[in-house]
């Protein structure tokens, strides 16, 4: 039924500018505001929707998760650009948690929404492009 749909993702945000100056000003994506509400297009993916909510409560998962090449230097720029990243247990103090094979190494950080963000090692999303049969 829904299978020729691009379908869309969303989060809640509780701030338009301060969301639009992060996503657009400090991690330098392409914003579009549109009848109050944010789209945010992710690198070279998709589009997302950032929308106010007065009640807004900050999601408790990773909204939005960025693969980058080199995550190390992707850290310190972003870390250059006054993100702040999130140190929670088993990462290390160059903000950066080992996958240590259990997936990629991940560094987390949050809007000024307080959701959860994240830049990943590589491309491990691509596994899920072409789920293998079995």
């Given amino acids: 039924m829904l299978a020729t ?30 009848h109050g509400m944010l789209r945010i297009k992710l690198g070279t993916g998709p589009w997302v929707l950032a929308y106010p909510k007065d009640d807004h409560v900050p999601a408790t998962h990773t909204v939005i998760m960025f693969p980058v090449s080199d995550l190390p230097a992707e850290v310190a720029a972003l870390t250059a650009a006054g993100v702040r990243f999130e140190m929670l247990p088993g990462v290390g103090a ?14 987390w950080f949050k ?13 491990w999303l691509s596994v899920m492009e072409s789920p293998s049969a079995n």
Wanted: charged share 25%.
């Fill in 5 to 34: 749909s691009e379908g869309l993702s969303s989060f809640s945000i509780d701030d338009v500018e301060a969301a639009r100056d992060f996503y657009a000003g400090t991690l330098g994506l392409e914003v579009v505001e549109e």
């Fill in 94 to 107: 160059d903000g950066i948690m080992p996958g240590d094979g259990n997936g990629p190494d991940n560094s």
């Fill in 111 to 123: 809007d000024p929404a307080g959701n959860w963000l994240s830049v990943m090692a590589g491309n």
